[in-house]
Protein backbone atom coordinates (compact mmCIF):
# COMPACT_ATOMS: atom_id res chain seq x y z
CA UNK A 1 0.00 0.00 0.00
CA UNK A 2 1.25 3.40 -1.03
CA UNK A 3 2.65 5.21 1.70
CA UNK A 4 1.15 9.09 2.54
CA UNK A 5 3.04 12.44 2.04
CA UNK A 6 1.39 12.78 5.63
CA UNK A 7 2.59 9.17 7.07
CA UNK A 8 5.94 10.45 5.18
CA UNK A 9 6.13 13.27 7.89
CA UNK A 10 5.25 11.13 10.70
CA UNK A 11 8.01 8.40 9.81
CA UNK A 12 10.33 11.67 8.99
CA UNK A 13 11.33 10.14 5.82
CA UNK A 14 13.12 13.39 4.87
CA UNK A 15 16.11 12.13 2.92
CA UNK A 16 13.58 10.62 -0.03
CA UNK A 17 11.24 14.27 0.13
CA UNK A 18 14.56 15.53 -0.65
CA UNK A 19 15.55 13.06 -3.53
CA UNK A 20 11.65 12.90 -4.87
CA UNK A 21 11.96 17.12 -5.15
CA UNK A 22 15.01 17.76 -6.51
CA UNK A 23 14.32 15.12 -9.31
CA UNK A 24 10.74 16.94 -10.21
CA UNK A 25 12.48 20.30 -10.20
CA UNK A 26 15.58 18.64 -12.53
CA UNK A 27 13.10 17.36 -15.05
CA UNK A 28 10.94 20.60 -15.23
CA UNK A 29 14.26 22.52 -15.98
CA UNK A 30 15.05 20.35 -18.91
CA UNK A 31 11.78 20.63 -20.35
CA UNK A 32 11.54 24.29 -20.38
CA UNK A 33 15.25 24.42 -21.98
CA UNK A 34 14.35 21.81 -25.11
CA UNK A 35 11.04 23.95 -25.22
CA UNK A 36 12.99 27.77 -25.70
CA UNK A 37 16.23 25.81 -27.69
CA UNK A 38 13.11 24.66 -30.02
CA UNK A 39 11.38 27.64 -30.32
CA UNK A 40 14.07 29.39 -31.57
CA UNK A 41 14.96 27.65 -34.20
CA UNK A 42 11.79 28.59 -35.78
CA UNK A 43 12.88 32.11 -36.70
CA UNK A 44 14.40 32.91 -40.25
CA UNK A 45 17.97 33.06 -40.89
CA UNK A 46 17.46 36.20 -42.70
CA UNK A 47 16.89 37.28 -39.04
CA UNK A 48 18.93 36.13 -36.39
CA UNK A 49 18.95 35.94 -32.82
CA UNK A 50 22.43 36.26 -31.23
CA UNK A 51 23.50 34.37 -28.20
CA UNK A 52 22.93 37.07 -25.19
CA UNK A 53 25.46 39.40 -24.46
CA UNK A 54 26.20 40.64 -20.59
CA UNK A 55 24.78 43.21 -19.42
CA UNK A 56 26.26 46.58 -19.11
CA UNK A 57 27.64 46.61 -15.38
CA UNK A 58 25.53 49.81 -14.35
CA UNK A 59 21.48 50.18 -14.43
CA UNK A 60 20.12 51.85 -17.17
CA UNK A 61 17.96 54.92 -16.44
CA UNK A 62 14.23 54.40 -17.49
CA UNK A 63 12.91 56.83 -19.94
CA UNK A 64 10.35 58.94 -20.55
CA UNK A 65 8.29 59.53 -23.15
CA UNK A 66 10.59 62.27 -24.60
CA UNK A 67 13.33 60.12 -24.35
CA UNK A 68 15.20 62.20 -21.49
CA UNK A 69 16.45 60.21 -18.79
CA UNK A 70 14.11 60.30 -15.54
CA UNK A 71 15.97 59.55 -12.43
CA UNK A 72 15.32 56.74 -11.09
CA UNK A 73 16.96 53.35 -12.48
CA UNK A 74 16.45 49.77 -13.30
CA UNK A 75 18.51 47.50 -14.87
CA UNK A 76 17.50 46.10 -18.45
CA UNK A 77 15.56 42.85 -18.24
CA UNK A 78 16.47 39.71 -19.58
CA UNK A 79 14.18 39.48 -22.40
CA UNK A 80 15.89 37.40 -25.65
CA UNK A 81 14.16 34.30 -24.04
CA UNK A 82 10.58 35.94 -24.96
CA UNK A 83 11.78 37.37 -27.86
CA UNK A 84 12.49 33.83 -28.93
CA UNK A 85 9.51 32.89 -28.87
CA UNK A 86 7.57 35.83 -31.22
CA UNK A 87 7.54 34.74 -34.84
CA UNK A 88 9.56 37.14 -36.06
CA UNK A 89 9.61 35.82 -39.03
CA UNK A 90 7.14 37.90 -40.98
CA UNK A 91 7.83 39.97 -44.27
CA UNK A 92 5.91 42.59 -45.49
CA UNK A 93 4.97 41.89 -49.53
CA UNK A 94 6.04 45.36 -50.43
CA UNK A 95 6.15 45.97 -54.31
CA UNK A 96 9.44 48.60 -54.22
CA UNK A 97 10.04 50.80 -56.88
CA UNK A 98 13.03 53.22 -57.84
CA UNK A 99 12.03 56.65 -58.33
CA UNK A 100 11.10 57.39 -61.73
CA UNK A 101 12.64 61.14 -61.84
CA UNK A 102 15.13 59.97 -64.80
CA UNK A 103 18.94 60.66 -64.43
CA UNK A 104 18.00 63.02 -60.83
CA UNK A 105 16.63 60.13 -59.24
CA UNK A 106 19.66 59.33 -57.97
CA UNK A 107 20.27 61.67 -55.86
CA UNK A 108 16.54 62.63 -54.77
CA UNK A 109 15.64 64.64 -51.80
CA UNK A 110 11.99 64.62 -51.39
CA UNK A 111 11.38 67.92 -49.40
CA UNK A 112 13.92 69.93 -51.85
CA UNK A 113 13.39 68.20 -54.78
CA UNK A 114 8.74 69.13 -54.64
CA UNK A 115 9.12 70.42 -58.17
CA UNK A 116 4.70 70.77 -57.93
CA UNK A 117 5.23 72.48 -54.19
CA UNK A 118 7.73 74.97 -55.67
CA UNK A 119 5.98 75.84 -59.07
CA UNK A 120 3.34 77.12 -56.90
CA UNK A 121 5.14 79.66 -55.33
CA UNK A 122 4.29 83.12 -55.60
CA UNK A 123 7.73 84.51 -54.78
CA UNK A 124 11.69 82.91 -55.07
CA UNK A 125 12.35 86.52 -54.21
CA UNK A 126 14.22 85.39 -50.79
CA UNK A 127 15.46 82.12 -51.65
CA UNK A 128 11.56 80.30 -50.85
CA UNK A 129 12.66 77.56 -53.82
CA UNK A 130 15.34 76.44 -51.68
CA UNK A 131 13.24 75.90 -48.47
CA UNK A 132 11.48 72.59 -47.42
CA UNK A 133 8.30 71.48 -49.20
CA UNK A 134 6.95 67.86 -48.38
CA UNK A 135 5.11 66.00 -50.68
CA UNK A 136 2.00 64.38 -49.28
CA UNK A 137 2.43 61.85 -48.93
CA UNK A 138 5.03 61.07 -48.41
CA UNK A 139 6.71 58.53 -51.41
CA UNK A 140 7.98 55.48 -50.86
CA UNK A 141 10.25 55.20 -54.45
CA UNK A 142 13.45 54.15 -54.02
CA UNK A 143 17.27 56.32 -54.95
CA UNK A 144 18.56 54.23 -57.49
CA UNK A 145 22.76 53.58 -57.39
CA UNK A 146 24.49 56.17 -59.54
CA UNK A 147 26.17 53.67 -62.19
CA UNK A 148 29.57 52.46 -60.62
CA UNK A 149 28.44 53.06 -57.08
CA UNK A 150 31.83 51.82 -54.76
CA UNK A 151 31.85 51.19 -51.21
CA UNK A 152 33.10 54.95 -50.36
CA UNK A 153 37.08 55.77 -49.49
CA UNK A 154 37.64 55.20 -45.86
CA UNK A 155 38.73 58.16 -43.98
CA UNK A 156 41.03 60.12 -43.07
CA UNK A 157 42.03 59.37 -47.01
CA UNK A 158 38.88 60.57 -48.11
CA UNK A 159 38.92 64.41 -47.21
CA UNK A 160 41.47 64.60 -50.23
CA UNK A 161 39.97 62.35 -52.49
CA UNK A 162 36.20 60.68 -53.23
CA UNK A 163 35.47 58.11 -55.75
CA UNK A 164 34.06 59.73 -59.02
CA UNK A 165 31.80 57.39 -59.56
CA UNK A 166 30.01 58.05 -56.05
CA UNK A 167 28.99 61.21 -56.83
CA UNK A 168 29.37 62.09 -60.65
CA UNK A 169 29.24 65.23 -60.56
CA UNK A 170 31.50 67.52 -62.64
CA UNK A 171 30.77 70.85 -63.04
CA UNK A 172 32.00 72.41 -60.03
CA UNK A 173 35.37 71.45 -61.45
CA UNK A 174 34.88 73.51 -64.74
CA UNK A 175 32.82 76.38 -62.79
CA UNK A 176 35.37 76.82 -60.06
CA UNK A 177 38.99 75.45 -61.63
CA UNK A 178 40.97 78.58 -61.14
CA UNK A 179 40.05 78.37 -57.49
CA UNK A 180 41.15 74.81 -56.58
CA UNK A 181 37.80 73.65 -55.12
CA UNK A 182 37.78 69.98 -56.58
CA UNK A 183 39.92 68.48 -59.43
CA UNK A 184 38.89 64.99 -61.31
CA UNK A 185 41.82 62.72 -61.37
CA UNK A 186 41.55 59.47 -63.04
CA UNK A 187 38.86 57.65 -60.68
CA UNK A 188 38.97 60.17 -58.21
CA UNK A 189 37.62 63.90 -57.01
CA UNK A 190 40.65 65.16 -55.14
CA UNK A 191 39.98 68.38 -52.98
CA UNK A 192 43.31 70.55 -53.06
CA UNK A 193 42.12 72.58 -49.88
CA UNK A 194 41.28 75.83 -51.90
CA UNK A 195 38.44 77.95 -52.33
CA UNK A 196 37.53 81.43 -53.46
CA UNK A 197 38.60 83.06 -50.33
CA UNK A 198 41.64 80.71 -49.83
CA UNK A 199 44.23 81.54 -52.87
CA UNK A 200 47.09 79.71 -50.26
CA UNK A 201 44.91 77.25 -49.45
CA UNK A 202 42.75 76.63 -46.46
CA UNK A 203 45.67 75.77 -43.64
CA UNK A 204 47.03 79.28 -44.78
CA UNK A 205 43.59 81.08 -44.64
CA UNK A 206 43.14 79.03 -41.25
CA UNK A 207 46.45 80.37 -39.35
CA UNK A 208 45.52 83.62 -41.00
CA UNK A 209 42.31 84.45 -39.05
CA UNK A 210 44.40 82.75 -35.74
CA UNK A 211 47.01 85.16 -36.39
CA UNK A 212 44.64 88.39 -36.60
CA UNK A 213 42.89 87.51 -33.56
CA UNK A 214 44.60 85.81 -30.89
CA UNK A 215 41.66 85.67 -28.86
CA UNK A 216 40.55 82.84 -31.23
CA UNK A 217 41.88 79.31 -29.97
CA UNK A 218 40.76 76.70 -32.16
CA UNK A 219 39.87 73.53 -30.27
CA UNK A 220 39.67 75.73 -27.03
CA UNK A 221 37.24 78.65 -26.54
CA UNK A 222 36.25 78.27 -30.34
CA UNK A 223 35.05 74.55 -30.39
CA UNK A 224 31.33 74.70 -32.35
CA UNK A 225 31.54 76.60 -35.67
CA UNK A 226 28.63 77.27 -38.82
CA UNK A 227 29.92 77.69 -41.87
CA UNK A 228 27.57 79.72 -44.23
CA UNK A 229 27.87 78.57 -47.69
CA UNK A 230 30.40 76.31 -47.25
CA UNK A 231 31.43 74.66 -50.51
CA UNK A 232 32.88 71.63 -50.30
CA UNK A 233 33.43 72.33 -46.89
CA UNK A 234 37.08 72.00 -46.82
CA UNK A 235 37.58 74.93 -44.07
CA UNK A 236 35.58 72.78 -41.72
CA UNK A 237 37.24 69.73 -43.02
CA UNK A 238 40.72 71.32 -42.11
CA UNK A 239 39.87 72.67 -38.53
CA UNK A 240 38.38 68.73 -37.41
CA UNK A 241 42.74 68.69 -36.92
CA UNK A 242 41.93 70.95 -34.28
CA UNK A 243 39.34 69.56 -32.39
CA UNK A 244 36.89 72.13 -34.00
CA UNK A 245 33.28 70.35 -35.28
CA UNK A 246 32.13 72.87 -38.17
CA UNK A 247 27.99 72.62 -38.92
CA UNK A 248 28.90 73.27 -43.13
CA UNK A 249 26.17 73.97 -44.64
CA UNK A 250 24.93 75.67 -48.30
CA UNK A 251 21.74 75.46 -50.47
CA UNK A 252 20.78 72.66 -53.00
CA UNK A 253 21.32 75.01 -56.21
CA UNK A 254 23.50 75.81 -59.31
CA UNK A 255 26.50 74.62 -57.09
CA UNK A 256 26.27 71.05 -58.14
CA UNK A 257 26.76 68.58 -55.23
CA UNK A 258 28.48 70.74 -52.73
CA UNK A 259 26.93 69.31 -49.42
CA UNK A 260 26.93 65.78 -51.54
CA UNK A 261 30.91 66.24 -52.24
CA UNK A 262 31.96 67.27 -48.26
CA UNK A 263 29.26 64.44 -46.80
CA UNK A 264 31.15 61.83 -48.94
CA UNK A 265 34.46 63.15 -47.82
CA UNK A 266 33.12 62.54 -43.96
CA UNK A 267 32.97 66.46 -43.40
CA UNK A 268 29.58 67.68 -41.48
CA UNK A 269 27.33 69.26 -43.65
CA UNK A 270 23.27 69.60 -44.15
CA UNK A 271 21.72 71.39 -46.86
CA UNK A 272 20.30 74.66 -45.34
CA UNK A 273 19.49 78.08 -46.49
CA UNK A 274 18.93 81.67 -44.78
CA UNK A 275 15.48 82.68 -47.10
CA UNK A 276 12.25 83.01 -45.22
CA UNK A 277 12.54 80.90 -42.18
CA UNK A 278 14.75 79.80 -39.14
CA UNK A 279 17.11 77.96 -39.44
CA UNK A 280 16.88 74.43 -37.60
CA UNK A 281 19.14 75.44 -34.60
CA UNK A 282 18.80 76.42 -30.83
CA UNK A 283 19.31 80.00 -29.94
CA UNK A 284 23.10 80.95 -28.82
CA UNK A 285 24.06 77.78 -30.04
CA UNK A 286 27.32 78.48 -32.25
CA UNK A 287 30.86 80.12 -30.59
CA UNK A 288 31.65 81.48 -34.20
CA UNK A 289 30.07 81.77 -37.31
CA UNK A 290 31.84 82.20 -40.83
CA UNK A 291 31.11 83.21 -44.00
CA UNK A 292 33.37 82.95 -47.20
CA UNK A 293 31.80 84.86 -50.21
CA UNK A 294 28.34 83.10 -49.10
CA UNK A 295 26.42 84.92 -51.75
CA UNK A 296 23.87 86.31 -48.89
CA UNK A 297 22.24 89.77 -48.97
CA UNK A 298 22.66 90.37 -45.31
CA UNK A 299 21.11 93.75 -45.24
CA UNK A 300 18.52 92.05 -47.61
CA UNK A 301 14.55 92.17 -45.67
CA UNK A 302 14.89 94.35 -43.25
CA UNK A 303 18.71 92.47 -42.04
CA UNK A 304 16.56 89.37 -41.17
CA UNK A 305 19.35 86.97 -42.39
CA UNK A 306 22.02 88.72 -39.85
CA UNK A 307 19.38 88.88 -37.08
CA UNK A 308 18.80 85.12 -38.00
CA UNK A 309 22.53 84.22 -37.49
CA UNK A 310 22.87 86.77 -34.09
CA UNK A 311 20.12 84.25 -32.87
CA UNK A 312 22.05 81.11 -33.32
CA UNK A 313 25.75 83.12 -32.01
CA UNK A 314 26.02 82.91 -28.28
CA UNK A 315 26.93 86.10 -26.52
CA UNK A 316 30.60 87.27 -26.91
CA UNK A 317 30.54 85.03 -30.06
CA UNK A 318 32.56 85.73 -33.46
CA UNK A 319 31.39 85.96 -36.61
CA UNK A 320 34.28 86.60 -39.39
CA UNK A 321 32.76 87.66 -42.91
CA UNK A 322 35.63 87.42 -45.80
CA UNK A 323 33.98 89.08 -49.00
CA UNK A 324 34.92 91.70 -51.41
CA UNK A 325 32.84 94.52 -49.44
CA UNK A 326 35.39 93.85 -46.75
CA UNK A 327 38.45 94.69 -49.10
CA UNK A 328 37.46 96.62 -52.11
CA UNK A 329 36.40 100.12 -52.77
CA UNK A 330 34.42 100.24 -56.33
CA UNK A 331 31.17 101.78 -55.91
CA UNK A 332 29.22 98.02 -55.31
CA UNK A 333 31.18 97.01 -52.80
CA UNK A 334 31.41 100.80 -50.74
CA UNK A 335 27.73 100.28 -51.00
CA UNK A 336 27.48 97.11 -48.98
CA UNK A 337 30.06 97.90 -46.50
CA UNK A 338 28.12 101.18 -45.78
CA UNK A 339 24.88 99.14 -45.02
CA UNK A 340 26.44 96.33 -43.38
CA UNK A 341 28.33 98.96 -40.95
CA UNK A 342 25.03 100.45 -40.40
CA UNK A 343 22.90 97.00 -39.65
CA UNK A 344 26.12 95.78 -37.13
CA UNK A 345 26.10 98.52 -35.04
CA UNK A 346 22.12 98.18 -34.43
CA UNK A 347 23.11 95.10 -33.40
CA UNK A 348 25.64 96.34 -31.08
CA UNK A 349 28.42 94.06 -33.40
CA UNK A 350 31.89 95.23 -32.12
CA UNK A 351 34.39 95.30 -34.94
CA UNK A 352 37.17 93.53 -32.95
CA UNK A 353 39.59 92.44 -36.37
CA UNK A 354 39.94 94.09 -40.64
CA UNK A 355 42.88 93.28 -42.37
CA UNK A 356 43.79 91.99 -45.78
CA UNK A 357 46.46 88.90 -46.61
CA UNK A 358 49.18 88.93 -48.92
CA UNK A 359 46.82 87.59 -51.52
CA UNK A 360 44.98 90.94 -51.51
CA UNK A 361 41.86 88.73 -49.80
CA UNK A 362 40.72 90.86 -46.59
CA UNK A 363 37.92 89.43 -43.55
CA UNK A 364 36.43 91.54 -40.60
CA UNK A 365 35.79 89.69 -36.91
CA UNK A 366 32.72 90.79 -35.42
CA UNK A 367 31.69 89.82 -31.81
CA UNK A 368 28.20 89.28 -30.02
CA UNK A 369 27.92 91.62 -27.13
CA UNK A 370 27.61 89.08 -23.58
CA UNK A 371 25.32 92.18 -21.95
CA UNK A 372 22.17 94.54 -22.90
CA UNK A 373 24.22 97.50 -21.60
CA UNK A 374 24.72 98.62 -25.55
CA UNK A 375 21.31 97.31 -26.67
CA UNK A 376 19.98 99.90 -23.89
CA UNK A 377 22.47 103.15 -25.02
CA UNK A 378 20.83 103.04 -28.43
CA UNK A 379 19.26 106.14 -29.94
CA UNK A 380 17.03 104.01 -32.38
CA UNK A 381 15.71 101.03 -31.00
CA UNK A 382 15.40 99.13 -33.90
CA UNK A 383 15.77 96.31 -34.31
CA UNK A 384 13.87 95.79 -31.11
CA UNK A 385 14.73 93.09 -28.41
CA UNK A 386 12.26 90.03 -28.87
CA UNK A 387 10.12 89.20 -26.58
CA UNK A 388 10.59 86.85 -23.65
CA UNK A 389 9.47 83.17 -25.23
CA UNK A 390 8.99 79.86 -23.27
CA UNK A 391 12.17 77.27 -22.74
CA UNK A 392 11.04 75.41 -26.01
CA UNK A 393 13.86 77.05 -28.66
CA UNK A 394 12.51 74.66 -31.36
CA UNK A 395 12.79 76.59 -34.68
CA UNK A 396 11.02 74.17 -37.21
CA UNK A 397 9.41 75.85 -40.24
CA UNK A 398 9.24 79.48 -38.03
CA UNK A 399 9.90 82.26 -39.95
CA UNK A 400 12.82 84.88 -39.77
CA UNK A 401 11.99 87.55 -37.04
CA UNK A 402 12.85 91.48 -37.18
CA UNK A 403 13.94 91.09 -33.48
CA UNK A 404 16.80 90.80 -31.23
CA UNK A 405 17.32 87.25 -30.16
CA UNK A 406 17.60 87.87 -25.55
CA UNK A 407 20.60 86.83 -24.07
CA UNK A 408 20.77 83.34 -22.39
CA UNK A 409 20.49 83.30 -18.69
CA UNK A 410 20.57 80.77 -16.09
CA UNK A 411 18.65 79.06 -13.95
CA UNK A 412 19.01 81.70 -11.55
CA UNK A 413 18.35 84.09 -14.27
CA UNK A 414 21.95 85.49 -14.22
CA UNK A 415 23.31 86.21 -18.01
CA UNK A 416 25.39 83.25 -18.98
CA UNK A 417 29.55 83.41 -19.86
CA UNK A 418 31.28 81.92 -22.11
CA UNK A 419 31.21 78.25 -22.21
CA UNK A 420 33.48 76.08 -20.39
CA UNK A 421 36.97 75.57 -22.94
CA UNK A 422 36.94 72.04 -25.01
CA UNK A 423 37.03 69.08 -23.73
CA UNK A 424 35.93 70.41 -20.44
CA UNK A 425 33.00 71.36 -21.69
CA UNK A 426 31.66 67.92 -22.88
CA UNK A 427 31.09 66.05 -19.56
CA UNK A 428 30.50 69.75 -17.38
CA UNK A 429 27.00 70.04 -16.40
CA UNK A 430 25.24 72.39 -19.38
CA UNK A 431 24.01 75.55 -18.41
CA UNK A 432 20.52 74.84 -20.46
CA UNK A 433 19.33 71.67 -17.87
CA UNK A 434 16.38 71.98 -16.49
CA UNK A 435 15.38 73.75 -13.43
CA UNK A 436 14.05 70.85 -11.17
CA UNK A 437 16.73 70.16 -8.16
CA UNK A 438 18.00 66.98 -9.57
CA UNK A 439 18.57 67.85 -13.44
CA UNK A 440 22.42 67.54 -12.61
CA UNK A 441 22.20 64.16 -11.28
CA UNK A 442 20.19 62.59 -14.28
CA UNK A 443 22.60 64.16 -16.75
CA UNK A 444 25.91 62.60 -14.89
CA UNK A 445 23.83 59.45 -14.83
CA UNK A 446 22.83 59.89 -18.86
CA UNK A 447 26.39 60.53 -19.77
CA UNK A 448 27.35 57.07 -17.09
CA UNK A 449 24.93 54.90 -18.74
CA UNK A 450 25.84 55.80 -22.68
CA UNK A 451 29.36 55.21 -21.68
CA UNK A 452 28.95 51.48 -20.64
CA UNK A 453 26.10 51.05 -23.06
CA UNK A 454 28.15 52.27 -25.84
CA UNK A 455 31.35 50.52 -24.46
CA UNK A 456 30.44 47.38 -23.34
CA UNK A 457 27.56 46.48 -25.97
CA UNK A 458 27.85 48.82 -29.85
CA UNK A 459 31.47 49.02 -29.21
CA UNK A 460 32.24 45.31 -28.12
CA UNK A 461 28.71 43.39 -28.51
CA UNK A 462 27.45 44.07 -31.66
CA UNK A 463 28.94 43.12 -35.32
CA UNK A 464 29.51 46.48 -36.36
CA UNK A 465 32.42 47.10 -38.60
CA UNK A 466 33.57 50.65 -36.78
CA UNK A 467 36.83 50.81 -39.41
CA UNK A 468 34.09 51.91 -42.39
CA UNK A 469 31.96 53.87 -40.13
CA UNK A 470 32.59 58.28 -40.28
CA UNK A 471 29.34 59.85 -41.00
CA UNK A 472 27.06 59.03 -37.79
CA UNK A 473 23.39 59.99 -37.13
CA UNK A 474 21.77 59.64 -34.03
CA UNK A 475 17.92 60.12 -34.88
CA UNK A 476 16.65 60.88 -30.82
CA UNK A 477 20.00 62.37 -29.56
CA UNK A 478 18.41 63.36 -26.22
CA UNK A 479 21.48 65.06 -24.02
CA UNK A 480 23.82 64.00 -26.45
CA UNK A 481 25.76 61.21 -24.58
CA UNK A 482 25.90 58.56 -27.35
CA UNK A 483 27.79 61.11 -29.26
CA UNK A 484 29.89 62.05 -26.30
CA UNK A 485 30.72 58.48 -25.42
CA UNK A 486 31.89 58.03 -29.38
CA UNK A 487 34.18 61.21 -29.07
CA UNK A 488 37.30 59.58 -29.24
CA UNK A 489 36.77 57.28 -32.12
CA UNK A 490 37.07 58.68 -35.94
CA UNK A 491 33.53 59.57 -36.67
CA UNK A 492 31.06 62.41 -36.13
CA UNK A 493 27.59 62.44 -35.14
CA UNK A 494 24.55 64.57 -36.26
CA UNK A 495 22.38 64.52 -33.09
CA UNK A 496 18.86 64.96 -34.26
CA UNK A 497 16.40 66.30 -31.67
CA UNK A 498 12.96 65.22 -33.05
CA UNK A 499 10.62 67.98 -32.81
CA UNK A 500 7.86 66.12 -30.29
CA UNK A 501 10.73 65.13 -27.76
CA UNK A 502 11.79 67.24 -25.19
CA UNK A 503 14.09 70.61 -26.35
CA UNK A 504 17.66 69.37 -25.61
CA UNK A 505 19.36 70.60 -28.26
CA UNK A 506 20.80 73.87 -26.83
CA UNK A 507 22.40 71.30 -24.20
CA UNK A 508 24.01 69.31 -27.25
CA UNK A 509 25.58 72.56 -28.27
CA UNK A 510 26.87 73.69 -24.66
CA UNK A 511 28.80 70.41 -25.00
CA UNK A 512 30.86 70.88 -27.92
CA UNK A 513 28.60 69.10 -29.80
CA UNK A 514 26.29 69.58 -33.37
CA UNK A 515 22.88 68.89 -33.68
CA UNK A 516 19.93 70.21 -35.71
CA UNK A 517 15.72 69.95 -35.06
CA UNK A 518 13.52 67.64 -37.12
CA UNK A 519 10.29 66.46 -37.77
CA UNK A 520 10.89 62.17 -38.85
CA UNK A 521 7.61 62.26 -40.79
CA UNK A 522 9.57 63.99 -43.23
CA UNK A 523 12.44 63.40 -45.30
CA UNK A 524 15.93 64.61 -43.87
CA UNK A 525 18.09 67.65 -45.87
CA UNK A 526 20.48 65.43 -46.83
CA UNK A 527 21.54 63.54 -49.82
CA UNK A 528 20.80 59.80 -50.52
CA UNK A 529 23.85 57.62 -49.57
CA UNK A 530 25.61 60.30 -46.77
CA UNK A 531 25.37 58.24 -43.74
CA UNK A 532 27.42 55.30 -42.09
CA UNK A 533 25.35 54.61 -39.39
CA UNK A 534 21.80 55.88 -37.91
CA UNK A 535 20.89 54.88 -34.06
CA UNK A 536 17.65 55.20 -32.88
CA UNK A 537 17.09 55.02 -29.25
CA UNK A 538 13.36 54.91 -28.42
CA UNK A 539 12.41 57.22 -31.40
CA UNK A 540 9.38 55.08 -32.25
CA UNK A 541 7.13 55.42 -29.14
CA UNK A 542 5.84 59.17 -30.38
CA UNK A 543 6.21 58.42 -34.00
CA UNK A 544 4.24 55.87 -34.36
CA UNK A 545 1.28 58.03 -33.34
CA UNK A 546 1.69 60.27 -36.51
CA UNK A 547 3.59 58.70 -39.13
CA UNK A 548 3.82 54.84 -41.00
CA UNK A 549 7.02 53.16 -40.10
CA UNK A 550 6.95 52.12 -43.54
CA UNK A 551 7.72 55.78 -44.47
CA UNK A 552 10.54 55.92 -41.79
CA UNK A 553 12.21 53.02 -43.03
CA UNK A 554 12.45 54.48 -46.49
CA UNK A 555 13.76 57.78 -45.58
CA UNK A 556 16.70 55.49 -43.18
CA UNK A 557 17.35 53.76 -46.52
CA UNK A 558 17.83 56.32 -48.67
CA UNK A 559 20.29 58.02 -46.09
CA UNK A 560 22.11 55.11 -44.95
CA UNK A 561 25.32 54.20 -47.26
CA UNK A 562 25.15 50.56 -48.96
CA UNK A 563 27.27 48.48 -46.45
CA UNK A 564 25.95 51.11 -43.65
CA UNK A 565 24.10 50.45 -40.51
CA UNK A 566 21.11 50.92 -38.54
CA UNK A 567 21.33 50.17 -34.51
CA UNK A 568 17.56 50.84 -32.97
CA UNK A 569 17.23 50.32 -29.23
CA UNK A 570 13.94 49.91 -28.70
CA UNK A 571 10.59 47.40 -27.22
CA UNK A 572 10.19 44.24 -29.10
CA UNK A 573 6.41 45.54 -30.62
CA UNK A 574 8.46 48.57 -32.31
CA UNK A 575 10.99 45.95 -32.98
CA UNK A 576 8.69 43.57 -34.63
CA UNK A 577 6.73 46.29 -36.81
CA UNK A 578 10.55 47.79 -38.37
CA UNK A 579 11.89 44.59 -39.35
CA UNK A 580 9.84 42.97 -41.25
CA UNK A 581 10.09 46.50 -44.32
CA UNK A 582 14.08 46.58 -43.47
CA UNK A 583 13.29 42.78 -45.27
CA UNK A 584 11.59 44.05 -47.68
CA UNK A 585 14.36 46.16 -48.51
CA UNK A 586 17.13 43.42 -48.50
CA UNK A 587 18.77 44.33 -45.96
CA UNK A 588 20.43 41.51 -43.41
CA UNK A 589 18.87 42.13 -39.35
CA UNK A 590 20.36 40.67 -36.26
CA UNK A 591 18.70 41.32 -32.69
CA UNK A 592 20.80 41.36 -29.46
CA UNK A 593 19.60 40.65 -26.05
CA UNK A 594 15.78 41.20 -27.05
CA UNK A 595 16.27 45.27 -28.14
CA UNK A 596 19.20 45.33 -29.60
CA UNK A 597 18.25 45.70 -33.24
CA UNK A 598 21.25 45.69 -35.73
CA UNK A 599 20.33 46.15 -39.64
CA UNK A 600 22.81 45.83 -42.51
CA UNK A 601 21.53 47.87 -45.59
CA UNK A 602 22.91 46.14 -48.73
CA UNK A 603 23.52 47.09 -52.38
CA UNK A 604 20.14 45.68 -53.81
CA UNK A 605 17.91 48.39 -56.09
CA UNK A 606 15.05 47.20 -57.77
CA UNK A 607 15.14 46.33 -61.45
CA UNK A 608 12.67 45.74 -64.04
CA UNK A 609 12.61 41.77 -63.47
CA UNK A 610 11.78 42.38 -59.95
CA UNK A 611 8.84 43.80 -60.65
CA UNK A 612 8.15 41.83 -63.29
CA UNK A 613 8.30 38.99 -61.24
CA UNK A 614 5.93 40.76 -58.62
CA UNK A 615 2.97 41.22 -61.43
Known amino acids: MPISVQNMFKERKFPFLFAFSFLLISVTILLFSYSSSSSSLLLSTNFQVSDPLPPPPRPLPTRSPNNVPVSSTKPVSKTTAAASNVD ?7 KWENCQLGPLAVDY ?7 KGIKELKSRRRMEHRERHCPKPSPRCLAPLPIGYKVPVHWPKS ?10 HPKLVEYKKEQNWVRKSGDYFVFPGGGTQFKNGVQSYIDFIHKTLPAIKWGKNIRVILDVGCGVASFGGYLLDKDVITMSFAPKDEHEAQIQFAL ?7 LSVIGTQKLTFPDNAYDLIHCARCRVHWDGDGGKPLLELNRVLKPGGYFIWSATPVYRDDERDSKVWKSMVALTTSLCWKIVAKTVDSTGVGLVIYQKPSSYSCYKQRKEKLPPLCEQKSNQNVSWYEPLSYCISRLPVDRMGN ?6 PWPQRLSSKPPSLPSEPDAGDIFIEDTKHWAALVSEVYLDGLAISLGRIRNVMDMNAGYGGFAAALIDQPLWVMNVVPIDAQDTLSIIFERGLIGVYHDWCESFNTYPRTYDLLHASFLFKNLKERCDIIDVAVEMDRILRPGGYLLVQDTMENIKKLNPVLRSLHWSTTLYQGQFLVGEKGFWRPSENDNRKET
Not at 88 to 94: E, G, H, T
Not at 159 to 168: A, G, T
Not at 264 to 270: K, S, T
Not at 415 to 420: A, P, V
Open 88 to 94: LNVSLDI
Open 159 to 168: RDMIWYSNVP
Open 264 to 270: ERGIPAI
Open 109 to 115: IPCLDNW
Open 415 to 420: LLRWST
